[in-house]
């Protein structure tokens, strides 16, 4: 690996810096309109309690009667573990209708 470095830098190309992994996840829940408060407060306590912090909250109102909101959780990579249970004791609450990672943007990449 350093030959090859060796040889980028002699021919004039910069290497490119290690990514690190991102702490930012994001968790999509949905639940009905009149429980949306609720959810959001339980929330809020469960990932403050389990050493996590919300970073953003986004909330659509869908159709149907149906809240989505985005969750963007600053979660380093060793609490992941710690979130995915989060994100099953989120699951299991009363009202949530579902629980999966990510959002629903789709982000293209030239």
């Known amino acids: ?12 190309v910069q290497s490119v810096p290690v990514r ?3 702490t930012l996840s994001r968790l999509t829940v949905v639940c009905p309109r009149h429980m949306l408060a609720d959810v959001r407060k339980q929330i809020y ?7 996590l912090q ?10 149907h009667n149906m809240a989505r909101a985005c ?12 979130l995915m249970a ?3 004791q989120l ?8 629980v999966q ?6 982000i293209a990449l030239n």
């Open 1 to 12: 690996m350093r030959l090859f470095n060796l040889f980028l830098r002699r021919a004039g």
């Open 20 to 22: 690190t992994p991102s």
């Open 45 to 51: 306590l469960d990932l403050g309690v389990a050493g």
């Open 54 to 63: 919300v970073a953003n909250l986004l909330v659509d109102k869908g159709e």
């Open 71 to 82: 969750v963007t959780v600053n979660c380093p990579p060793e609490l992941r573990s710690v």
């Open 86 to 88: 989060q994100a099953r």
């Open 91 to 98: 699951s299991a609450r009363p009202g949530v209708q579902q």
């Open 101 to 106: 990672w990510g959002d629903r943007r789709h």
